[in-house]
């Protein structure tokens, strides 16, 4: 059975984003996620799901200036005590408002003769951060970003993604797949899903290219949904995209699926 969120960060933009809860449940979606939801009070947030009877299943620990060109913590040797922080924070957040995952971005190395320093710093990060989410029961995911969009990003594979989660060998992490980024690096996502869905705790998608909805690219999501469905996944499936109009226009994929 495929059970999706909406991603608030990307979906019904149109709208502030303590109208967007509203949205999301009145156009049918049981869940949500956000990407940073530090701007708002964990409070607060408590009392929109509350109020519209949905779940938070994902947010992300804090990443810097990542998504304005910078390297963002999980990997950087000297901000080590910065990630630490943030998972503090994000802890705050997850006590009150439980998530199911908790996603930590890898980030960027704009120096590669210091990679090997900063995939090290990675490894170290992310055992840190599954270790602490594991107290409240959340697992901890992190991702592969697409190197066309983020140049540098120091996880753009599907196989980067196995071979960090090898390393690291901690029972409470887990990948988060985003469809659109590993179909922006050219990769066969319906190959990885048959084969590794056991590894994964999180799954986002978009069309590609131009992370619209689907149906506005090139990716078979009819294959991918159902390949989900039919696995013994027990996920989320985050719609993580940029709706090329209003996001109520977007979501026709969302009546077909409901029934798979």
């Given at each position: ?33 956000i990407q940073f939801p530090y701007t708002l009070p964990a409070e607060q947030i408590q009392n929109l799901l509350d109020q519209q009877d949905l779940q938070l299943v994902l947010f992300n620990v804090d990443a810097d200036i990542l998504l304005q060109g910078g390297e963002g913590l999980a990997a950087v040797p000297e ?182």
């Amino acid at each position: 059975m495929l059970r999706f969120t909406a991603n608030l960060s990307l979906l019904f933009a149109e709208l502030p984003l303590l109208e967007r809860f509203q949205a999301a449940k009145q156009h049918g979606f049981e869940a949500v996620e956000i990407q940073f939801p530090y701007t708002l009070p964990a409070e607060q947030i408590q009392n929109l799901l509350d109020q519209q009877d949905l779940q938070l299943v994902l947010f992300n620990v804090d990443a810097d200036i990542l998504l304005q060109g910078g390297e963002g913590l999980a990997a950087v040797p000297e901000k080590r005590d910065q990630f630490k922080t943030a998972v503090e924070q994000a802890l705050v957040y997850a006590e009150r408002l439980k998530p199911r995952v908790i996603n930590v971005l890898p980030g960027r190395c704009l120096d590669p003769q210091r990679l090997g320093e900063y995939q090290t710093t990675l490894l170290e990060n992310l055992s840190y951060a599954a270790s602490a989410f594991a107290e409240l029961g959340i697992t901890t995911v992190f991702e592969a970003v697409n190197s066309y969009d983020m140049p540098g990003f120091i996880v753009d594979s599907s196989q980067g993604m196995l071979d960090v989660l090898a390393k690291v060998d901690h029972p409470n992490l887990r990948m988060q797949y985003d469809i659109y980024h590993m179909s922006r690096m050219g990769e066969d996502c319906a190959g990885f899903l048959r084969q590794h869905l056991d590894k994964i705790g999180h799954i986002q998608f978009a069309d590609c290219p131009g992370r619209g909805q689907p149906g506005s690219g090139g990716v078979d999501f009819d294959t991918l949904f159902d390949i989900i469905a039919a696995s013994d996944y027990k996920g989320w499936v985050g719609a993580e995209y940029r709706p090329t109009g209003i996001t109520a226009a977007s979501l026709d994929w969302l009546k077909t699926c409901a029934v798979k």
